[in-house]
């Protein structure tokens, strides 16, 4: 019977395949969730589990880690894509690169400012090459696992917010420029194995092939919006499939978008963080109190994720824990405890700190209603 049903749903959902997609088909719901006042806070407790996870995995190792690895990064595309208002491009590219570029050069220019100052403080032996080599991979934006003879190291986590601008980007021109839903998914999916290939084996700087790849799942979230299906009554029919999915993932490492690491295939390892993060929805939407204090500060997380996210990749990529931890005599076997316990402590204070300097707030970071 669940067969039958499953297939009638495939069904119908191919046949709306063939069906035109209207620009401003859906435009009034999402702008109408996006005000203030109908804020879906769901969506921002769905961010602030997984900017937490995203913290927790630079911390731990062993089963916590990997479980992050399975869906963290992948649901910041599919809700990206979710809300993704299909606009002419050069206005996305001016609403992006303030959203998410600007952003960026903050974080890499406070990373440079501590490079320089660690040369500083090592003057007797630096010669400046660390903090030239930190400078010179922050203005190429370089991310990918080929890497020429010159270039030393990459930008670490800065990736996600390179690869996000461009694969709003993409999604936006694309679907705004092809209207068959069939076209778009196969054109998606080639970019996705092109982004992937693109990280193996060119040197491409500005985390292009990351974003060619994470514009299909951004895809996603959009074509999860326009079919309703975190109302739709297959959502229960379609996730026992995708949560065995998941489970895999689970059992295989989980996936790395930053290393382009799939080891179920792009599709299915997608598909299984798809799972988790429709299974995240349904659990979060049913247990998710306002009045909780626990609820409100992962709201705070997911309100406030990319700050948290700048933040956190200037205190990841430019302080060494485990020598601190070695000269103040941390017992290693505590070590995952007390390194956790440091990053959120310095992540949420930092935060706290940005969003009473106003000018930062709002012209770096663009948020005005707080």
Not at 28 to 51: C, P, S, Y
Not at 65 to 77: C, E, G, M, R
Not at 304 to 311: A, N, R, T
Not at 327 to 346: G, R, S
Request: hydrophobic letters at 50%; one cysteine or more.
């Amino acid at each position: 019977m669940i067969c039958s049903d499953l297939k009638k749903g495939l069904h119908s959902w191919l046949d709306k395949l063939n069906q035109p997609f209207l620009l401003n088909q859906g435009e009034t719901e999402i702008l109408t969730l996006r005000q203030d006042g109908d804020r879906d806070e769901v969506f921002d407790v769905l961010k602030g589990i997984a900017i937490f996870l995203v913290i927790i995995g630079h911390c731990t190792s062993g089963p916590l880690k990997v479980f992050a690895h399975t869906f963290h990064i992948p649901l910041f595309f599919f809700i990206a894509g979710y809300f993704l208002k299909i606009r002419p491009i050069r206005q996305e590219i001016q609403l992006s690169t303030k959203r998410l570029i600007i952003p960026y050069f903050f974080v890499a220019f406070f990373s440079s400012l501590i490079a320089i100052l660690q040369d500083l403080s090592h003057y007797t032996w630096a010669d400046g090459t660390y903090s030239q080599e930190i400078i010179i991979r922050l203005l190429l934006g370089f991310r990918t696992d080929f890497a020429p003879s010159w270039m030393n190291g990459n930008i670490g986590i800065l990736w996600f917010i390179l690869a996000m601008f461009w694969a709003r980007c993409i999604a936006v021109f694309l679907i705004g420029k092809i209207h068959s839903i069939k076209k778009l998914c196969v054109i998606f999916f080639i970019l996705a194995i092109l982004g992937i290939v693109l990280g193996k084996f060119v040197f491409v700087p500005y985390c292009i092939p990351h974003g060619l790849t994470a514009s299909a799942l951004v895809y996603v979230g959009f074509l999860i919006r326009k079919f309703r299906i975190l109302n739709s009554e297959y959502i229960n029919k379609i996730l026992p499939f995708l949560l065995i999915l998941w489970l895999c993932s689970l059992n295989h490492g989980g996936l790395g978008m930053a290393s382009g690491n799939y080891p179920l295939g792009f599709i299915f390892s997608s598909l299984g963080a798809l799972g988790a993060f429709l299974t995240l929805y349904i659990v979060v939407k049913t247990i998710y109190r306002k009045d909780s204090t626990f609820w409100r500060f992962i709201y705070f997380g997911g309100r406030f994720s990319l700050i948290i996210y700048c933040v956190h990749a200037i205190e990841f990529d430019n302080f060494n824990w485990k020598a601190f931890a070695l000269l103040h005599h941390v017992p290693l076997n505590h070590f995952d405890l007390f390194q956790l316990a440091a990053h959120f402590t310095i992540t949420l204070v930092f935060t706290s700190i940005i969003l009473k300097i106003k000018p930062i707030k709002e012209h770096i970071f663009q948020i005005r209603n707080v």
